[in-house]
């Protein structure tokens, strides 16, 4: 069956404005995950989902970044007013369940704020 | 808190030579821990785990032990190909959140 997806795969944007990234999980996957990864180190975590309902989002690093899942499949990660420093790839895993599950991840958005 | 320490690197090896790469971590509660892997050009893809004391996870002749004792999760591989030649990123994930707390990294890369 498909994968994780994720759109776009690349993108690059100017200082200013707004990006939203989409992350598409494993059909009937319960919870979703986002996490940034600057370049030279491990994934870290921004938010969570379980169905529609935000779990966590005590990883987003300030209120220009938001996430929803209004339908508990498809989900957008929204950076308003990108900065350089937002530059990274943007990574998105889903699970079956919730808990202490495999994670399938995405194959990421890298994103290029100039 | 929940923490990864991982070796750094990058690794060199020649084709046949013995991998460990090592991971010790902190943590709350009773973590399950998990070695994902990034081959060139792909996502993380979920190499092995193990979700208690002593469980000895292995996938592709890669395994590793959970050891409570030294907070460790070290990877071995008896015989490495050209083919493993990736990033290797040791993960916690917390007894009752579904995150998971990565490691920097460790780059493979494997020489014939």
């Known amino acids: 069956g498909a994968g994780v997806s994720q759109s776009p795969r690349y993108k690059v944007t100017k200082r200013g404005q707004d990006v939203a990234l989409r992350c598409d999980p494993i059909s009937g996957h319960v919870s979703l995950y986002w996490y940034r990864q600057a370049l030279g180190q491990g994934p870290e975590f921004l938010t969570d989902?379980?169905?529609?309902?935000?779990?966590?989002k005590s990883g987003l690093p300030n209120d220009r970044f938001s996430a929803e899942r209004p339908e508990g499949s498809i989900s957008t990660l929204t950076i308003q007013r990108t900065e350089q420093r937002d530059s990274a790839m943007y990574r998105c895993?889903?699970?079956?369940?919730?808990?202490?599950?495999?994670?399938?991840f995405g194959p990421g958005t890298r994103l290029l704020v100039l | 808190g929940n923490s990864v320490t991982q070796m750094e690197g990058p690794v060199t090896l020649s084709e046949e030579a013995f991998l460990t790469i090592n991971c010790t971590y902190t943590?709350?509660?009773?973590?399950?821990l998990f070695w994902y892997v990034q081959y060139p050009g792909e996502g993380l893809q979920l190499l092995l785990k193990?979700?208690?004391?002593?469980d000895k996870g292995s996938n592709k002749g890669f395994e590793a032990t959970y050891r409570k004792e030294t907070t460790s999760f070290h990877l071995e591989k008896g015989s490495v190909q050209v083919s493993d030649s990736a990033v290797y990123f040791c993960?916690?994930?917390?007894?009752?959140?579904?995150?998971?707390?990565f490691g920097r990294g460790t780059q493979l890369t494997v020489w014939p």
């Open positions: 989902f379980n169905y529609e309902a935000q779990q966590d």
């Open positions: 193990a979700t208690k004391a002593d």
């Open positions: 993960a916690l994930g917390g007894s009752t959140l579904g995150r998971l707390y």
């Open positions: 943590a709350t509660g009773y973590p399950s």
């Open positions: 895993a889903s699970t079956p369940g919730t808990g202490q599950e495999t994670q399938y």
